[in-house]
């Protein structure tokens, strides 16, 4: 399987919500590669975020490629909605409580979007190995989703291993995202690991140099 280039996906998590257009141009002029939105619904996760309404507002503003993470509960109610907003690639947990993983992928694939698959620190990858027709994307936490700026999670390393090799088993081209605790050190952890996608919020956003914090998780 041939090594993918190192993708970016800031967090606007850590931006500044009362700037979210200004912070998505800033992350595009530094050379992001696509822009990660954490949805939070306050039950799946103990913290609150925006919808689909701010993300079809956002998609105006830039061409780069944006990368929704749900963090909710029921996401077969709201993928219409993220779909119709613009959403590039749609991010499902595989422990919400979605009725049906498989038609909602499905469903996402039919949209002509990317369909992605994450899991938490304490699920294993085993899981996602019966999705992996369905899915371009494994999002493998590296912190307790909810919130940003949180210690990454050494223990998580090793499901990064497991899910480029279960994909190599398959030969699939399914991307390895990792979220959560992203910096210049742990960057090099994950992507020697098999990680292909880093989403960083704050590690980018409260750089002093935005273009030299992107560039520093490229290498
Ligand atoms: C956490 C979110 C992450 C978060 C990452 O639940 O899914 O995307 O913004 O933030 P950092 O990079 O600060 O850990
Ligand atoms: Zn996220």
């Not at 909710?72 to 049906?100: R, V």
Request: with cysteine; net charge negative; aromatic share 6%.
């Amino acid at each position: 399987m041939k090594k993918k280039d190192i993708l970016v996906a800031p967090s606007i998590l850590s931006a500044d919500f009362a700037n979210l257009e200004r912070d998505i141009k800033k992350i595009e002029h530094a050379g992001a590669d696509w822009v990660h939105v954490d949805v939070m619904d306050g039950k799946f996760v103990p913290n609150l975020t925006i919808g689909a309404p701010v993300v079809k507002s956002l998609r105006k503003v830039s061409k780069l490629v944006y990368d929704v993470h749900l963090m909710i509960h029921n996401p077969e109610d709201f993928i219409d909605a993220f779909i119709k907003a613009g959403s590039d690639i749609i991010t499902l947990h595989y422990e919400s409580d979605c009725k049906n993983l498989n038609d909602t992928l499905e469903y996402i694939k039919k949209a002509g979007i990317k369909a992605g698959l994450s899991i938490k620190p304490k699920t294993p990858v085993s899981v996602i190995a019966e999705y992996l027709d369905l899915i371009d994307l494994i999002l493998i936490m590296t912190v307790e989703p909810g919130f940003g700026g949180q210690k990454f999670m050494t223990s998580c390393v090793p499901k990064i291993t497991e899910s480029f090799e279960l994909i190599k088993q398959h030969n699939k081209n399914i991307d390895i995202e990792v979220d959560g605790g992203i910096n210049t050190e742990t960057a090099k952890i994950v992507v020697n690991a098999g990680a292909n996608v880093l989403v960083a919020g704050s590690y980018v956003y409260n750089a002093t140099n935005i273009k030299e914090a992107i560039d520093s998780l490229k290498f």
